[in-house]
């Protein structure tokens, strides 16, 4: 345990030198988030009635989902993994005494962990200081908000186990570019990345929120908003346990698969 | 002019070396922005219009946007890998050569794995066109052929300035993008409706409403009047100056000696 502790570690801080580069970030995705509330502000304005969420915590959602996008967005890639399987020092990692997936799994996840770090906490300030109808604000009560923590944790998860199928593919077909957009493209999509799923229509929402991609940034950004709250959040942190357990586990297998049969050419 | 139709083969060429590949990238540029498209027709079936315009009409908006871009996208690509081109000292190459460094960069890197998206645009023209209520006669027709062509040549102008703004700072600067890659998100509604201030800031500093939001009004007839239908050309104006911003930087530039 304690050595993949220090991997995290050390992917953290390395990732934290990049200072500048999160600073641009930050105005972006500041007036990224602002247009999408304004678009969303034009639609309740025509029919407040159509709106599925109340006003305020789709605001809520949005912001959040701003601060937390390197968490949560699936086309953020991990390069040096697909390197090592694409170009073949993947035979110096399997030499080490040291359980791949988990590896990878933590690399990939300190990564999301760090960048947004950097990230978050000036957006959530300055998003929880703009004037009222656009203002972040606080889940109703604590229990709230410590379900959400626990939700963003397992949804983090989920979505570094989703990825590390996508790179366990790679030791299968090695031009990564066309794949990794449609699986990006898809999974953003049904996770509510582009719009929340409440605004989906009703069938299709339906068996959406049956996948495996409800289980991502849905499930955090909807239970801080308070869109969903108490039993439901429950169940939803129940759900995503669940599927962050199947996708581990069809995911060790698939690297189990792989490796047996990998060969590295020379070198 | 010869050169360049001599450069756009060589690229081509050369791209179609890698088929799957190819069409993999463009399977994906298609898969990307069809999401989009899909959660803009998730909204209007739940709200049916907004601020009296309808899906189609919407979709007319996002149709412009997207061939605007991806023509810009196609040609202009070298802009966008411009940071690359100063650090690994390739422009080093382009300054020595005896053309002009706008022709050469257009030329060098076009990419046509972009054409994806401008697949996807002529697609959803072909759906939106005879859906959105507009009678096509010839005046709205030059009108269509006027949006597109000036809205790529403004992104291109965008394009432009990123690139120039990578003299002084060698690193791409990611705030651009809300200009660029947020322009063509957000413009899949006409730009009208995320509020006053916003449109007043893309009709003088950027001025993307110019070849989007103010001849669509003269498409679906809110606005007779003709300046409405050239709009688009007074939005090339915005050209000199980021051509001026890219020559300054030009000016100033240090190669960075690798």
């Not at chain 1, 499930?219 to 995503?240: C, E, H, K, T, W």
């Not at chain 2, 890998?81 to 690994?88: A, T």
């Not at chain 2, 597109?148 to 791409?172: D, K, M, N, Q, R």
Request: proline letters at 4%; charged letters at 15%; hydrophobic letters at 55%.
């Amino acid at each position: 345990m304690k050595k993949y502790i220090a991997l995290f570690r050390i992917r953290f801080i390395n990732s934290l030198q990049y200072r500048a580069a999160a600073l641009g970030g930050l105005a972006t995705q500041f007036a990224w988030g602002s247009m999408e509330i304004f678009a969303f502000s034009a639609f309740y304005r025509a029919n407040p009635d159509a709106f599925p969420m109340e006003f305020s915590h789709t605001v809520s959602y949005i912001w959040m989902q701003q601060a937390f996008l390197t968490l949560f967005m699936m086309w953020y890639w991990e390069n040096s993994i697909a390197e090592a399987i694409t170009e073949g020092s993947i035979a110096y990692e399997m030499v080490r005494p040291i359980d791949l997936y988990t590896r990878w799994f933590c690399q990939a996840g300190a990564n999301r962990l760090a960048r947004c770090t950097l990230r978050c906490l000036p957006i959530l300030i300055v998003a929880s200081l703009l004037p009222k109808p656009y203002r972040l604000i606080l889940p109703p009560d604590m229990g709230q908000f410590l379900l959400f923590l626990v939700s963003t944790f397992l949804a983090l998860g989920v979505v570094v186990a989703f990825s590390m199928l996508m790179y366990i593919s790679l030791f299968y077909m090695l031009s990564s570019m066309g794949i990794r957009q449609i699986t990006s493209a898809i999974s953003d999509f049904l996770a509510g990345a582009i719009v929340p799923l409440p605004f989906f229509p009703e069938p299709v929402r339906a068996v959406v929120e049956l996948l495996p991609f409800a289980a991502m940034q849905n499930m955090p950004l909807r239970i801080y908003s308070g869109n969903i709250s108490g039993m439901d959040a429950v169940r939803g942190i129940v759900f995503q346990v669940l599927w962050l357990t199947a996708l581990v586990f069809i995911g060790r297998l698939l690297m189990n698969h792989a490796l047996k049969r990998v060969i590295v050419q020379g070198g | 002019m010869k050169l360049f139709v001599k450069f756009l083969a060589m690229q081509i060429k050369s791209q179609m070396q890698y088929k799957l590949s190819f069409f993999l990238t463009l399977l994906g540029q298609l898969f990307t922005s069809f999401t989009v498209l899909l959660g803009v027709y998730f909204m209007f079936v739940r709200f049916n219009r907004v601020e009296d315009y309808t899906f189609e009409q919407a979709l007319l908006c996002s149709a412009v946007m997207l061939m605007a871009f991806s023509l810009a996208e196609t040609f202009a690509r070298g802009f966008d890998l411009f940071p690359r081109m100063i650090s690994n000292g390739e422009f080093d190459r382009v300054l020595v050569r005896p053309r002009n460094e706008v022709f050469q960069i257009l030329a060098l890197k076009m990419d046509i794995t972009r054409i994806g998206r401008l697949v996807q645009a002529i697609l959803v023209f072909c759906y939106a066109t005879p859906q959105s209520g507009v009678i096509w006669t010839w005046d709205k027709i030059l009108t269509l052929c006027l949006m597109v062509i000036c809205g790529s040549l403004i992104f291109c102008g965008l394009f432009l300035i990123y690139a120039g703004f990578t003299f002084f700072t060698i690193e791409g600067l990611e705030f651009m993008n809300i200009l660029t890659d947020g322009g063509r998100e957000f413009g899949r509604y006409p730009f009208s409706i995320y509020g006053r201030k916003i449109l007043m800031f893309l009709t003088f500093v950027v001025p993307l409403a110019l070849f989007q939001y103010y001849p669509l009004l003269y498409l679906l007839d809110r606005e007779k009047n003709v300046f409405y239908m050239f709009l688009p050309i007074v939005g090339l104006l915005f050209l000199l100056p980021s051509y001026a911003f890219f020559r300054t930087g030009l000016k100033r530039y240090k190669s960075i000696g690798s």
